[in-house]
C-alpha cells in the first residue's frame, strides 16, 4: 500500500506513473471509508485526488506555497503532507480539522473557510515574496463554484498587476454546491466544449496566461501541465476539468446532495442517522412554496446554498422564477433583496449565520439605510449548529441587532416563527430579520396572535416577582427551566418573559419590573459582547436592579462540544439558579 508510506511530499515524487494511478486509488479508498464512517466534504475531494497528487509531484511545497480555497478540496492534501493517519484509521479521524490549517501542518499556510479568498491571498503571498526577494511558486487552488464570489473576480482582476509568478489552478467540475449560476459560466462551459481554444476566454480578459487541461482526473497529463507552468515569471490559470464526486457512483450521479455527507452506508448510499422529526429548511420551503402560489411577488433568494430554505431540486422546479440563486455572492444577494422591495417586491433571503458576515456593509448600506422591507432568514445562528472555526454561527446578533431600521425577530417556536416570516412580507415599513431558533423544532401548536409591527414589545410569559427571566429565542426554555427550579427552591414564582425583538427593549415592561423586582437575568444563544443581554443591562445602569447576562464570551471556538461549552459559560439551569440564589 503506497499511500501508508507517504510522509510527506518527498515520497511522492518516487513514486513511477503506474504507482502515482495506484496512490490515487488507494486515496479514495481511504476518503470513502473515512467519510461513510465520520463525514465530510465528499465530492470536493474525490475529483481533486489526482490534481493534488500532481502538484505535490512537481512543486516543492512548503517552499512552493499551496493555498487552497475554501478548504473542501484539501483533504488528498493533508493525505500527502503528513497527515495520511487521520485518512487511514478510524482512532485518528479527528486528529484534523475538515480546513486547511498552519497549526496542524507547515504546508497549510491559511485557517480557511468561507469561499473565494485563495486568488487574493495567493496573489498577497506572491507579493510579498516578491517585496523580499523570494523564490519559490505560488499556488493558488479555487472552484469553478468559487468564482461567482466577488474576492475571487477580485483576486483575478488584481492578479496581472503582479507580473511575477503566481499559478491559479482553476478546479472546474461544473458545479458549485448545487448548479452553477451566473453568466461567467457560459464561458467556462464555452471553454470546455472548445478544450480551451475558444477566443472568448474569461482569464485571458484578466490578462492571464492560461493553459487548458481536458483530463482533469489523470495525474501524468497534470503533471505535464503543472511542469508547464512551474517556475513561470507571470500569471497563470491552469484550467482543469474533473469530475465531482470522481470513483463512488451516487456521488458521480447526485453531485448536489454529496457535496457534503454525514455517515452513511458505502453500500447503498443511505445515511445511517435519517433526519427526524421536522426541519425549519423543510417547513420554510412549504410556507414560501404556498405563499408563492398566491403571490407573485413574492422570492426566495440563496447565494449557492439552496437547501438552506428547503428548497432541495424539485422545490426549485417548482417555484421556478421565484426562486433565484445568485451564487457564492453574499454580498449581491442582499443587494438583489432591497432592489427587489424597492420595486414592491417580496424577497426572502435565506443565510448560515456564519455567512451574514460576508455582506455587513450590504445589509447597513444597501438595505437599512435605505428602510426596504426585504427579509433575512438566519438559520444556525446557534451553539448548537456548525462547530468548526471558520463556520461559527454566534455572531450575527452584535452584528445584525445593531443595525439602525433593522428589525431582527426571534421565535422560540414554529408557530412564532411561520407568524413572523408572514408578517414580515406582508409589511412595508422595515427590513426584517429572523434568527432561527438552534436544536429540533418546537411547536406548541398554539396561534400566534400578537402584531409584530408594534415594535420591541416584549410578552411576559409568567407573571412573578423578585426574579425576572428574559429568555431570548432558543434559550427561552431554559429560562423556563430556570424559573421553574427558582420555585422550587424559594417558593417565590419568578417572571419569565419572551422579548421577540433582538433589536430593541421595552422600556416600558422594563420599568414596571423595578416596582417588585430585585434581580433581571438575560439568556442568548451567541456572543454576549454587544449582543442583547447588554442592551437590558445598560437600561438598568442607573438603578438598584441586578442585571446577569447569560451568553457566550467572546472566542474563536473549534470543534467544541456544545453541552461543554454551555457549562463553561454558566449556562445550565444549575448554575444559573446557583447564581441568582447570591442576590435573593
Known sequence: MYLEQINGPEDVK??????????????????LKRASIHGGHFGPNFGMVEATIALHYVFESPKDKIVFDVSHQTYPHKMLTGRKDAY???EHYDDVTGYSSPQESEHDHFTVGHTSTSVSLACGMAKGRDL???????????????????????????????????????????????????????????LRDTKGQAECNLFRTMGL???????????????????????????????????????????????????????????????????????????????????????PAVVAITSATPTVLGFTKDKRDLAGKQFVDVGIAEETAVALASGIAANGGKPVWGVYSTFV????????????????????????????????????????IPMMANIPNLVYLAPTTKEEYLA?????????????????????????????TKDFSDLNKYEITQKGQKVAVIGLG??????????????????????????????????????????????????????????????????????????????????????????????????????ITEDVMKFV
Open 209 to 295: 496566461d492560461y493553459v487548458y487541461v481536458d483530463e482533469g482526473n489523470n495525474v501524468q497529463v497534470l503533471i505535464e501541465a503543472f511542469q508547464s507552468v512551474k517556475d513561470s515569471d507571470k500569471p497563470v490559470v491552469v484550467h482543469i476539468k474533473t469530475l465531482k464526486g470522481k470513483g463512488y457512483a451516487p456521488a458521480e450521479q447526485n453531485k448536489e446532495a454529496w457535496h457534503y455527507n454525514a455517515p452513511f452506508n458505502i453500500e447503498t448510499g443511505e445515511a445511517l442517522d435519517q433526519p427526524q422529526g421536522e426541519d425549519y429548511s423543510d417547513i420554510t420551503a412549504e410556507f414560501l412554496l404556498d405563499k408563492m402560489k398566491k403571490d
Open 357 to 396: 458576515q460576508r455582506t455587513y456593509d450590504q445589509i447597513a448600506q444597501d438595505l437599512c439605510i435605505n428602510n426596504n422591507a426585504a427579509t433575512i432568514v438566519t438559520f444556525w445562528g446557534t451553539v448548537y449548529g456548525m462547530n468548526d472555526v471558520t463556520h461559527l454561527g454566534l455572531y450575527d
Open 14 to 31: 518516487k513514486l513511477s506513473g503506474e504507482q502515482l494511478t495506484q496512490l490515487a486509488d488507494e486515496m479514495r479508498q481511504a476518503l
Open 132 to 190: 523580499n526577494g523570494g523564490t519559490g511558486n505560488v499556488i493558488a487552488v479555487i472552484g469553478d463554484g468559487s468564482l461567482s464570489g466577488g474576492e475571487a473576480l477580485e483576486g483575478l482582476d488584481f492578479a496581472a498587476e503582479l507580473e511575477s509568478n503566481l499559478i491559479i489552478v482553476v478546479n472546474d467540475n461544473d458545479m458549485s454546491i448545487a448548479e452553477n449560476h451566473g453568466g461567467l459560466y457560459s464561458n467556462l462551459k464555452l
Open 88 to 90: 487511514l484509521y478510524e
Open 474 to 575: 432558543t434559550f427561552y426554555s431554559l429560562g423556563q427551566s430556570v424559573a421553574k427550579e427558582f420555585e422550587e427552591k424559594t417558593g417565590t414564582k419568578a417572571t419569565v418573559i419572551n422579548p421577540y425583538y433582538i433589536t430593541g427593549i421595552d422600556q416600558d415592561m422594563l420599568e414596571n419590573l423595578k416596582k417588585d423586582h430585585d434581580v433581571v437575568i438575560t439568556l442568548e444563544d451567541g456572543i454576549l459582547d454587544g449582543g442583547f443581554g447588554e442592551k437590558i443591562a445598560r437600561f438598568y445602569g442607573d438603578s438598584d436592579m441586578k442585571v446577569l447576562n447569560y451568553g457566550l464570551k467572546k472566542e474563536f471556538l473549534d470543534r467544541y462540544d456544545a453541552a461543554e461549552v454551555v457549562k463553561e459559560n454558566r449556562l445550565t439551569r444549575e448554575q
Open 420 to 448: 413572523m416570516l408572514d408578517w414580515s412580507l406582508e409589511q412595508n415599513e422595515h427590513p426584517v430579520a429572523i434568527r432561527l431558533p438552534g436544536g429540533p423544532v418546537v411547536s406548541d401548536g398554539q396561534k400566534v
